[in-house]
Nanobody, 115 residues
Framework: VQLQASGGGLVQPGGSLRLSCTAS????????MGWYRQAPGQERELVAS????????YYAGDVRYRFTITRDSAKNSVSLQMNSLKPEDTAVYYC?????????WGQGTQVTVSS
């Protein structure tokens, strides 16, 4: 079962996007969740994660204070609010459990930050 991220697009530097991902209950309710990204020519990296109780979060250094990860237990969904976007945020963004499980990698959603 792949997890499908949505909400990407083309945005100007300084703009905002909100990514969303919905998982089945048996995946979402027992796992910490994470957002990952992969830029061209680079390895996939963890951007942010949130504990299954929603009380603890982690952010990679370069997105801290710009991105916010949240989860909605009623909808079995995890979101990533991205503000003050920079060209270096351009990448394909994926959601998965944290740590990630191979079967859950989906196609991701493209985020392009460019003027």
């Amino acid at each position: 079962v792949q997890l499908q991220a949505s909400g990407g697009g083309l945005v100007q530097p300084g703009g905002s996007l909100r990514l969303s991902c919905t998982a089945s209950a048996h995946i979402f309710q027992v796992n910490n969740m994470g957002w990952y990204r992969q830029a061209p020519g680079q390895e996939r990296e963890l951007v942010a994660s949130i504990w299954k109780d929603g009380k603890n979060t982690y952010y990679a250094g370069d997105v801290r204070y710009r991105f916010t990860i949240t989860r909605d237990s009623a909808k079995n969904s995890v979101s990533l609010q991205m503000n003050s976007l920079k060209p270096e945020d351009t990448a394909v963004y994926y959601c998965n459990t944290h740590p990630p499980l191979a079967p859950y990698w989906g196609q991701g959603t493209q985020v392009t930050v460019s003027s």
